[in-house]
T-cell receptor, first 110, second 115 residues
Framework: DAKTTQPPSMDCAEGRAANLPCNHSTISGNEYVYWYRQIHSQGPQYIIHGLKNNETNEMASLIITEDRKSSTLILPHATLRDTAVYYCIAASGGYQKVTFGIGTKLQVIP | GAVVSQHPSWVICKSGTSVKIECRSLDFQATTMFWYRQFPKQSLMLMATSNEGSKATYEQGVEKDKFLINHASLTLSTLTVTSAHPEDSSFYIC???????????FGSGTRLTVV
């Protein structure tokens, strides 16, 4: 799996958009970008994933650069419940193991 | 969506005893499951890949005789921590991938405390 790098922490004001960057400059052509988040003492929760195109679902939007070397997860209107550690992962389909980096600890501030 | 159930959610055991953690895929079959361990304020660390009907594949540095993994069916993998010691106290998480689903689904985790 490609290595990803993320800032260790970020703050965001409640109600504002939270933009979480991820660098995956060594990603290969068949690897997807996945985003998960982990709230304290819970298992990681799937947020969104994409290959080349930008994606949007009810939770977030994923913007992937044209060269696919980086991406940004956007939480359009952050709430206090979005406070969590967010993990960006690059992985191919199939059953390959997934390894986690340190993630970004997002603190949403009232 | 795909659901992975992990049980128990927490357990306290005495040093020297063994503890079994179950991971079930509730609405899909999982030929492969993964076991992670997470220490406080750290990221998830992959311990092993559990393969249905065959031996698990352990990551470097993980003792296979201490962390026994059994994946006897397409919906159940178990992790047994044998002869547990206080340093084994951690948060253990399993995950599985549904073939037609969105990436990997994680269990809710098991908090193990060895006293």
């Amino acid at each position: 799996d490609a290595k990803t790098t993320q800032p260790p922490s970020m703050d965001c004001a409640e109600g504002r958009a939270a933009n979480l960057p991820c660098n995956h400059s060594t990603i290969s052509g068949n690897e997807y970008v996945y985003w998960y988040r982990q709230i304290h003492s819970q298992g990681p929760q799937y947020i969104i994933h994409g290959l080349k195109n930008n994606e949007t679902n009810e939770m977030a939007s994923l913007i992937i650069t044209e060269d696919r070397k980086s991406s940004t997860l956007i939480l359009p209107h952050a709430t206090l419940r979005d406070t969590a550690v967010y993990y960006c992962i690059a992985a191919s389909g199939g059953y390959q193991k997934v390894t986690f980096g340190i993630g970004t600890k997002l603190q949403v501030i009232p | 969506g795909a659901v992975v159930s992990q049980h128990p959610s927490w357990v306290i055991c005495k040093s020297g005893t063994s503890v079994k953690i179950e991971c079930r895929s509730l609405d899909f079959q999982a030929t492969t499951m993964f076991w992670y361990r997470q220490f406080p304020k750290q990221s998830l660390m992959l311990m092993a890949t559990s393969n249905e009907g065959s031996k698990a594949t352990y990551e470097q540095g993980v003792e296979k005789d201490k962390f026994l993994i059994n994946h006897a069916s397409l919906t159940l993998s178990t992790l047994t921590v044998t002869s547990a010691h206080p340093e084994d106290s951690s948060f253990y998480i399993c995950s599985a991938r549904e073939e037609t689903g969105y990436g990997y689904t994680f269990g809710s985790g098991t908090r193990l405390t060895v006293v």
